[in-house]
């Protein structure tokens, strides 16, 4: 299982955003998460899922909106689950507590962290597997224009980028140097590898947790 925990930057000084984003993943990926999403600790958005690249999707939602300091804990919980996901618990909300603690201190203001075996430097993937991968994807993505985040949500609604360059109004090779700009193939094939790599640390938590 996967766990976010996101915790609001500056919530001090700022507007409370926890209400808003709670609503707007639970209308996006209501179909994809094991419970709603929840606020915990005032401001802090939890998410619970079985969905690697739901997970994954919603982590770098919240990333590029440079608000949130995420964390991604991978394990098991405690069954039966409760109505809540704040009332949820089990190694999975653990990690996801070290991972948004470190994302605090990382300067992707992203964190993974696994249970058990995911922590082993011999186990395979392990989080500092998946981390590095996830880190260069954002650094990518903190690194995209305007124009080139334009193509990216256009991309979203169309099925080719000639169809987002008439979306535009501009047109096929002015598409083609903002999609190389904005490192988009780039990412679309990245994508995949990192979802693959979570899947693989859910799985070797919880094989280690049923061999102990």
């Keep these: 299982m996967f766990v976010i925990s996101a915790d609001q930057k ?3 000084t700022t507007e409370d955003l926890v209400g808003p984003w709670r609503e707007r993943l ?3 990926h209501s179909h994809r998460l094991t419970l709603p999403a929840d ?3 005032g401001d802090e958005i939890q998410v619970l899922t079985d969905d ?3 997970v994954l999707a919603i982590a770098l939602e919240l990333s590029r909106s440079g608000n949130w300091s995420v964390g991604i804990g991978v394990g098991d919980v405690r069954r039966p689950l409760p109505a809540e996901t ?3 618990s089990g190694p999975a909300f653990n990690a996801a507590r070290d991972a948004v603690t470190a994302a605090k201190k990382n300067p992707t203001r992203f964190a993974v962290r696994a249970d058990a075996a995911g922590e082993d430097a011999e186990a395979w993937p392990n989080s500092r597997d998946v981390q590095a991968v996830v880190d260069l994807l954002l650094e990518i993505r903190r690194k995209r224009s305007e124009q080139g985040w334009e193509l990216h949500d256009t ?3 169309t099925d080719t980028q000639a169809e987002a360059a ?3 109004g501009i047109s096929p090779a002015a598409a083609s140097d903002r999609a190389s700009a904005a490192a988009l193939k780039i990412e679309r094939q990245v994508l995949p590898t990192v979802v693959r790599l979570l899947e693989n640390l859910d799985r070797v938590a919880c094989d280690t947790k049923e061999r102990s």
């Design 10 to 12: 500056s919530s001090r």
């Design 26 to 28: 639970n209308e996006q």
């Design 39 to 41: 606020r915990n600790a």
């Design 52 to 54: 690697a690249a739901t």
């Design 86 to 88: 704040r009332e949820a």
């Design 155 to 157: 991309l979203q609604r």
């Design 166 to 168: 008439s979306v535009l």
